[in-house]
């Protein structure tokens, strides 16, 4: 498997993560919530958010063959209320295609994430999803996450958990 990070430049990945990020959300919000929350435009043009200069990074994952089964969207983040927060690692979003899963694509995704923040000196990552996202939930409490904030959706008021972990440099 590859790891690979994308540019704002290929347009084919930028639609692919965008296509599986809805896929993510109606895997986890169901049909009617995920797959209405947002337009391909507007999930397009959060990819290329985070490829346009930000602290942030965009990888997918590519089998033997070069098909793209997984990807993560991660970025550096600070928390806007808290006036002496350090900064934070949130990775975004994370997806992997049916046929790929339970084959580890997943754990890479997080441990490219995890070695990213620590290269930048971010000494605390995190991520949000559904509670109902066991799957995902499961993968981040084997690494060493735990709940940390729980709150509503304001899209859906789907309750909606904090996974953080400290990262040891």
């Not at 109606?26 to 009617?32: A, K, N, P, Q, T």
């Not at 602290?55 to 997918?60: D, G, N, R, T």
Request: charged share 25%.
């Amino acid at each position: 498997m590859l790891l690979r990070p994308i540019s704002l430049a290929d347009t084919a990945a930028i639609d692919l993560v965008a296509e599986r990020t809805r896929a993510t959300l109606i895997e986890v919000e169901g049909e009617d919530a995920g797959g209405t929350m947002y337009s391909m435009d507007w999930l397009r043009d959060r990819v290329r958010w985070h490829l346009d200069g930000r602290a942030a990074e965009v990888v997918v994952a590519e089998d033997a063959n070069g098909d793209i089964v997984g990807q993560t969207i991660y970025r550096i983040e600070s928390d806007a209320g808290a006036h002496s927060a350090a900064p934070f690692g949130l990775i975004s979003t994370t997806y992997v295609a049916p046929k790929a899963r339970r084959l580890g694509v997943a754990q890479h995704l997080l441990a490219r994430a995890e070695f990213w923040f620590r290269e930048r000196h971010v000494l605390l990552s995190s991520t949000w999803t559904s509670e109902t996202n066991r799957p995902l939930i499961a993968l981040y409490d084997r690494n060493g996450y735990a709940e940390s904030e729980r709150g509503p959706n304001q899209l859906t008021q789907t309750m909606m958990v904090r996974l953080t972990k400290a990262l040891i440099p």
